[in-house]
């Protein structure tokens, strides 16, 4: 049997993870499966990380020279049982790398985020009954686990990465810890010079 060849320009996708979904279907019971992406892998991915950009940056021609990256790492668990059906187990690590605007005086700094993630997926049927509806986390195989509920066929990964990095990334960055900032009045750069405004104060 010949080998397939695959162009050089053409990915190859897990079909267990399209979009930022993973689909439960195409998931083994009782054998982990596990995914990376990197920058450049996925368009879904890319928008997390240009969306972070984005909110972060106001010069968009400025911002595109700067360094980036982002790399997902999910390992991924089906399981059955009598009182859950089927749950599945996901984590990971993400790291994402972007420019950001200091806060103080719009200079670029760059930023990193790393964060990790342990949870249990069970169905949305369970999201109303007393055990769970109040809970955001499950005690399940010896492990605390983030509590979250899936849908039909499919889990929203993208979703839950998109929160990690947003919960433990900086929302206040600084180029410099001393950094003076901008003069209220002209605007001017106050860690290059002193303006006419900061001189007669």
Known sequence: MKKKIVPFNQKIINPALIEGYLKIDKIAYDKPLEIQVIHGDSEWSDKILNDLILENNHNSEEEKRREKDILIAITIEKKHSAQLDDFVFVSGEVKVL????????????????????????????????????????????????????YEGNQINIKSIIIEEIYVNKNHFPLHNENCKGLCPVCGENLNKSVCKHQKGA
């Open 98 to 149: 972007y420019p950001a605007e200091c806060v103080r005086c719009l200079d670029y700094t760059q930023q990193t985020v790393t964060c990790f993630f342990n949870t249990c997926f069970i169905n949305n049927s369970f999201e109303g009954s007393p055990e769970y509806k109040d809970s955001t986390d499950i005690y399940i195989n010896s492990q605390d686990r983030d509590l979250h509920f």
